[in-house]
């Protein structure tokens, strides 16, 4: 089983890769039953059946699809530059790790940016050559998304 260190790297090669616009390269580190889900704070906690993103897999790759296939839409397209800081990996049996962390997203276009933070509750697990994503929740802690819509993926 991976550690925790690894984990770690884990999310950091990940939000690289959507920085880079490696989507599919990206979708490669989620496992085949993945859940993102994005709440915001106002949204009342982790707990609320209520979010503003609810992806399963197929979802996901929809989304993926969309942002590749509209993407000449955006000239210049969206950039994004994760940051995650504070993490905390906690070991859950078998063979999986929760990691509790804190993000910031800023997403730039023209001159335009949007800035979002929060925090990431994820559930890895091991796989045969390192870790995949299983499930993301995560909450917003700002209220407002300026722009009215996400057309990148947090």
């Not at 950039?79 to 910031?104: A, M, Q, W």
Request: charge should be neutral.
């Amino acid at each position: 089983m991976a550690n925790s260190e690894t984990a770690e790297q884990f999310l950091y090669r990940s939000f690289r890769l959507l920085d880079e616009g490696k989507f599919d390269e990206w979708l490669r580190t989620c496992g085949d039953n993945v859940v993102m889900i994005l709440k915001s704070r106002r949204d009342d906690e982790w707990e609320t059946p209520v979010s503003l993103i609810n992806d399963d897999v197929d979802r996901l790759k929809g989304r993926i699809e969309q942002i590749k296939r509209y993407w000449h839409a955006e000239n210049p397209p969206t950039k994004t530059l994760h940051s995650v800081t504070n993490v905390e990996c906690i070991p859950l049996p078998p063979n999986r790790v929760l990691v509790h962390s804190c993000f910031t997203l800023i997403a730039t276009r023209r001159s335009r940016q949007d800035f979002l933070y929060g925090r990431y509750r994820d559930i890895l697990f091991s796989a045969f050559d390192g870790w995949r994503l299983e499930r993301r929740e995560a909450l917003l802690e700002n209220d407002v998304i300026e722009r009215g819509k996400i057309s990148y993926i947090v």
